[in-house]
């Protein structure tokens, strides 16, 4: 994996185009709606997390009104089973784009560490999924509703960290090149 990787710059524009699209869609479809509906915004949009109380609540809720149920999950049947592969996708590529992770502040990275990089948008992705997955089981009826109950307001968090360490380097890839091309 060389820096620039041969991925043409149009291929990661239209991932990123595409994920703007699904997220627009999201909000515009399903998180703003229900938040009309309910007067509450949907979970997998607190940022700064929350803990089960608020999952406890939401399930209240979501007993109390049918429409809101529904919404949330049209929501991840729909745009929320495609923008974590699209975004996990985007991320990937934008690290391969931006090429090898070879030295951290100076220091030389072993090049298992400087591969274990590219694996990250792929922890968010799957941090994603899983919070969909926890949140579909705790606001149903089954036996392991307690369980996801539990853990929705981990996977939350494991995602919005996984984004965030996945955006600080793709940031840090970015001046990296950027410094190494005013340096030729």
């Not at 185009?17 to 709606?33: I, R």
Request: aromatic share 14%; net charge neutral.
């Amino acid at each position: 994996m060389k820096a620039g990787s041969g991925i043409p710059l149009w291929i990661v524009a239209l991932l990123a185009a595409l994920c703007l699209a699904v997220l627009a869609w999201t909000t515009f479809g399903f998180v703003v709606p229900f938040k009309h509906e309910t007067g509450q915004a949907v979970l997998d949009t607190y940022f700064a997390g929350y803990d089960e109380s608020a999952v406890f609540h939401m399930q209240q809720l979501l007993d109390e009104n049918e429409t809101a149920t529904r919404l949330l999950r049209a929501m991840y049947f729909g745009p929320e089973l495609i923008f974590p592969a699209l975004l996990t996708a985007l991320l990937f590529l934008a690290f391969l784009k931006l090429g090898p992770v070879s030295s951290w502040f100076g220091q030389s990275v072993h090049p298992v560490i400087s591969k274990a990089v590219y694996l990250l948008p792929f922890i968010y992705g799957i941090a994603d999924y899983g919070e969909n997955i926890s949140s579909l089981i705790a606001f149903g009826n089954g036996a392991y509703a307690g369980l996801a109950t539990y853990l929705l307001p981990w996977m939350t968090r494991l995602k919005f960290a996984g984004l965030a360490i996945c955006f600080i380097v793709a940031a840090r890839l970015a001046v990296m090149r950027w410094l190494s091309s005013r340096q030729d």
